[in-house]
T-cell receptor, first 113, second 114 residues
Framework: QQQVKQSPQSLIVQKGGISIINCAYENTAFDYFPWYQQFPGKGPALLIA?????SEKKEGRFTISFNKSAKQFSLHIMDSQPGDSATYFC????????????FGKGTTLSVSS | DSGVTQTPKHLITATGQRVTLRCSPRSGDLSVYWYQQSLDQGLQFLIQYYNGEERAKGNILERFSAQQFPDLHSELNLSSLELGDSALYFC?????????????FGPGTRLTVL
C-alpha cells in the first residue's frame, strides 16, 4: 500500500523529443509527489514536485501531470537534451510519524544526440 | 553542491565488521534522513531524526543504528556486516522535516562488504 510503481525502467529518446515517465500509487494519504533526478556518482536532487490537489505543474521543460482519481502521475520532459540523461525517481510522501520519501524504482533516461 | 556532506566517500570492509557513516546536514537544517540505494531494492528509507530525536523508522535492520548529535550531525552505524549490506548510503536533510520541505541529499557513501 505504500509502494510507488514506476515505468518504464529505461528510456531512450532522441534529442528534441519528449520523454515521459509514469508512476502509480495506492495510498490516498500521500500529501506530496516530488520527482528526483540523479546523475551517476551523485545524490538525488529535487527536480519538480506537485500536491495532489493540482492537476499539472510546469517548470521550464519539465511538467508533472497528476490524475488523482486514477492515482497516477507522470513526468514529461519536453525538448529532451543530452544533459537530461540521468536516472529519474518519482516519490511520494505523507505526514504520518515522519516524512520519509517513498521512491519508485527509477527510470534511466538516455537522450541521444 | 547540496550542502550536505558525507564521509567517507568509499568504504571497503569484510563481513562481520562494524562501520560508521557520518553526515553533516545543511546549515540550519534540523531534520536528517538516511536512505539506502541498491540495485535490487532501489532507494529505501532507513531512519529520520529531528533535532536529535528519532522521528521515524523505515526498513532499517536491527544490526543498524543511528543517532543525531546536539550539533545536528548524524551517524549511521552498521554492524555484523553481510555481503548484502553493500550499497550506497545517502544522508539527506531538510529544514524542519515537514512534508513540503525539500530534502537535500549528500553525495553518498559507497559501502562494499567483501
Amino acid at each position: 500500500q505504500q509502494q510507488v510503481k514506476q515505468s518504464p525502467q529505461s528510456l531512450i529518446v532522441q534529442k528534441g523529443g519528449i520523454s515521459i515517465i509514469n508512476c502509480a500509487y495506492e495510498n490516498t494519504a500521500f500529501d506530496y509527489f516530488p520527482w528526483y533526478q540523479q546523475f551517476p556518482g551523485k545524490g538525488p536532487a529535487l527536480l519538480i514536485a506537485i500536491r495532489p490537489d493540482v492537476s499539472e505543474k510546469k517548470e521550464g521543460r519539465f511538467t508533472i501531470s497528476f490524475n488523482k482519481s486514477a492515482k497516477q502521475f507522470s513526468l514529461h520532459i519536453m525538448d529532451s537534451q543530452p544533459g537530461d540523461s540521468a536516472t529519474y525517481f518519482c516519490a511520494a510522501i505523507f505526514n504520518q510519524a515522519g516524512t520519509a520519501l517513498i521512491f519508485g524504482k527509477g527510470t534511466t533516461l538516455s537522450v541521444s544526440s | 553542491d547540496s550542502g550536505v556532506t558525507q564521509t567517507p566517500k568509499h568504504l571497503i570492509t569484510a563481513t562481520g565488521q562494524r562501520v560508521t557513516l557520518r553526515c553533516s546536514p545543511r546549515s540550519g537544517d534540523l531534520s536528517v534522513y538516511w536512505y539506502q540505494q541498491s540495485l535490487d531494492q532501489g532507494l529505501q528509507f532507513l531512519i529520520q531524526y529531528y533535532n536529535g530525536e528519532e522521528r521515524a523508522k523505515g526498513n532499517i535492520l536491527e544490526r543498524f543504528s543511528a543517532q543525531q548529535f546536539p550539533d545536528l550531525h548524524s551517524e549511521l552505524n552498521l554492524s555484523s556486516l553481510e555481503l548484502g549490506d553493500s550499497a550506497l548510503y545517502f544522508c539527506a536533510s531538510s529544514v524542519e522535516g515537514g512534508v513540503f520541505d525539500e530534502q537535500f541529499f549528500g553525495p553518498g557513501t559507497r559501502l562494499t562488504v567483501l
